[in-house]
């Protein structure tokens, strides 16, 4: 059930043994929540750990500098930028996902999976959600907590260059510099920073690129193989996706991308005259207004005519 904002600051309050789950693919935002809400819990002396369905990308490996492992049987699992269950990841989604008893999410098509859900779909990234418990906690915040904090804020907003930037986003930002996040080598190893597999995936999914609906459409796919052959992970996708809305004209952009799993999964980023989420929602994703995602059970080609034929017939 939904809940108030005190309700969750109390519900972390009162436990203990905590497992903290992010979601599958992760990124910054969701990576940068639950080792800031980790962080803190330690710091209030509970026994808390992290897991994620996946490998957690070598970049963000200072948000768990100097962390110790607890080991332990939770009692108490609380879910970070996670909006529906199935987005822990297969395993985790079986093992975890009607166990959650709480979750922090920013995300307008949460689920409600857990037990009790605290959503701000207002907010830029969960960390903003994350950074207000934390000082409702009464958790003083060190150089390190801000640091993850910063780090989901800046990557949930393109560096405070996306629509869903708030007044309160900088102000927050501008507390945690204050409190000593790293923010100039954050945004250059976030942003300013690709190895050279990296560069080479960026060069085969420019040549990969398709244009539809008069150039209002601009689609990237990217296969297992392309990966394999850039010797990259997922991570490089991250400065994949923005390319296509970078395209003058292009209302929405797409990456099509095959998965592991042997599905296929589109991310949708769109300009304030298209939904995102409301595309990503017709396939049974969901996201934000200008991003979302979702997954078919398809091939790279079909899942991408998929949601061209319906952009085409009821979008644009």
């Known amino acids: 059930m939904k809940i108030e904002f005190s309700r969750a600051v109390e519900r972390l ?11 599958r693919n992760p990124d910054g935002d969701t990576l940068g929540s639950g080792f800031a809400l980790l962080r803190a819990l330690k ?5 808390a750990k992290l897991l994620n ?3 957690i990308p070598s970049k963000y ?11 332990f049987d939770e009692q108490f699992i609380v879910s970070v930028d996670v909006a529906e269950k199935k987005l822990l990841g297969d395993s985790f989604a079986e093992k975890y996902g009607d166990r959650v008893d709480l979750s922090l999410d920013h995300h307008e098509s949460s689920k409600h999976f857990a037990t009790e859900t605290y959503v701000e779909p207002d907010s830029a990234s969960a960390c903003e959600i994350i950074y207000l418990v934390i000082k409702a906690l009464g958790v003083s915040v060190d150089s390190d907590i801000a640091s993850c904090v910063y780090t989901g804020i800046s990557t949930d907003t393109g560096c405070f260059k996306y629509s869903n930037v708030t007044p309160r986003t900088h102000l927050i930002a501008a507390e945690l510099i204050s409190d000593g996040a790293n923010h100039s080598k954050i945004n250059e ?10 560069i080479m995936l960026e060069k085969l999914c420019y040549e990969s690129l398709e244009m539809f609906c008069g150039g209002k459409v601009a689609v990237i796919s ?13 991570s490089a996708l991250d400065a994949i996706k923005p390319i296509t ?35 990503c929602a017709h396939f049974g994703g969901g996201g934000h207004i200008r991003a979302g995602g979702c997954e078919f059970a398809d091939t790279v080609e079909e899942a ?12 644009i």
């Not at 490996?61 to 080991?71: C, N, R, V």
């Not at 990217?222 to 997922?234: A, E, I």
């Open 13 to 23: 309050r009162e436990a203990d043994d905590i497992l903290i789950l992010t979601h």
């Open 43 to 47: 710091k209030m002396g509970k026994r």
């Open 53 to 55: 369905n996946d490998e």
């Open 61 to 71: 490996a200072y948000l768990y500098e100097g962390l110790t492992e607890d080991s």
């Open 189 to 198: 190893l976030m942003f300013d920073t690709k190895t050279f597999g990296s």
């Open 222 to 234: 990217v296969t297992k193989k392309m990966l394999s052959d850039c010797g990259v992970d997922k």
């Open 245 to 279: 809305r970078q395209i003058e004209g292009v209302g929405i952009g797409i990456t099509v991308k095959e998965e592991d799993n042997g599905k296929t999964g589109v991310s949708v980023r769109t300009s304030e005259d298209y939904d995102a989420s409301l595309i």
């Open 304 to 315: 991408k005519k998929k949601v061209i034929d319906y952009i085409t017939e009821n979008i």
